[in-house]
């Protein structure tokens, strides 16, 4: 009987290169970047190490940074000050607000660079949810927040967004948000729509960088259950009927066999959100010397591509599109 020896395919770098079943280029990475208000502000975000809170002066140059790694888009989400938040989150329709300025100016000055927004009302609602609350019951209603999610749409567009990203988990968002794209004339302006959001508990990060935390309760009525796979192919569906262009999983790492069952599933794109909580863990165990922070970094990046996603929104992108550049 002949022996066979897979170890031949792995015997040196060159063999191992041309043998290699998924490969991660810059074309698959998504930055996501935070805005706040001010001049010159590049403000630290102490549980996301190498991350930052930017003035839309500073967003600017690091978009054009991100731009020149190859990097084709960028995920841009705002830092409210508390004094603009109100329970029906009227900041989010402000066309002369932080957010928009900061579309335009990044829009204006990167032309070439994809632009994502994201839609929910969490960074703008005094309750810190991303739908609007309901101040007797405590219930978020879905209804009454599709017609704000249009809105925001719709103004996103108009900035200069190429693709929104409804990240609220509303029943019907995406018809809604489509619906009304169509109507105010923004036929090429996709959607990604965060069909599987998860109520993870790997957002914590995130939340400290748009301090958009729930004042009380949980997400838990509007986010998904981590325990159900079945319920996130029911969502993706329903997306993909209403007129979703992209499908997202977040977070990512905990959720790989969700993305791949939607890649079986569906013949849209499907991206991951590498979270903030994703991101913190690597950097945390790195700066403690009890990983590689580098390679950890590309094995994780990389294992979203075996998964079956097509896009990786990931606090990386930039790391990772220097080693992959060199």
Not at 52 to 62: K, N, T, Y
Not at 88 to 106: C, I, M, Q, W
Not at 303 to 323: Q, W
């Amino acid at each position: 009987m002949q022996l066979n020896r897979p170890r031949r395919n792995r015997r040196s770098s060159s063999v191992r290169s041309m043998v290699a079943e998924t490969v991660l280029t810059t074309n698959d990475l998504l930055a996501p970047l935070f805005v706040v208000a001010g001049q010159n502000q590049r403000i630290p975000i102490q549980s996301m190490p190498g991350q930052f809170r930017f003035s839309i002066d500073q967003l600017i140059i690091e978009a054009k940074e991100i731009y020149s790694l190859g990097i084709p888009a960028v995920a841009v989400f705002p830092a409210i000050e508390g004094k603009l938040k109100n329970p029906k989150a009227t900041e989010a329709v402000n066309p002369d607000g932080l957010y928009s300025r900061a579309l335009r100016a990044v829009k204006e000055a990167v032309p070439e660079l994809t632009l994502m927004t994201d839609i929910a009302l969490d960074p703008y609602n005094s309750d810190g949810h991303d739908g609007l609350v309901d101040a007797e019951s405590g219930e978020i209603l879905n209804d009454q927040t599709l017609e704000i999610l249009s809105q925001m749409a719709v103004l996103q567009a108009n900035c200069g967004a190429d693709i929104v990203g409804p990240s609220d988990m509303m029943d019907g968002r995406v018809g809604a948000i489509r619906k009304a794209l169509e109507g105010e004339g923004y036929h090429h302006t996709l959607i990604m729509s965060y069909c599987a959001k998860y109520a993870s508990s790997f957002y914590g990060p995130f939340r400290d960088a748009l301090d958009s935390a729930p004042k009380a309760g949980d997400k838990k009525t509007y986010q998904m259950n981590p325990a159900n796979i079945r319920e996130a192919l029911r969502e993706a569906q329903l997306d993909e009927q209403e007129g979703a262009d992209i499908l997202m999983v977040k977070p990512g790492l905990p959720y790989l066999d969700v993305i791949k069952s939607l890649r079986e599933s569906s013949h849209l794109p499907i991206a991951a959100y590498n979270v903030s909580g994703e991101y913190a863990m690597i950097k945390a165990a790195a700066e403690k010397g009890w990983l590689d922070g580098e390679r950890a970094m590309m094995e994780m990046l990389l294992s979203f591509k075996r998964a079956g996603t097509d896009i990786i929104l990931t606090y990386f992108a930039k790391e990772a599109a220097k080693i992959i550049n060199s």
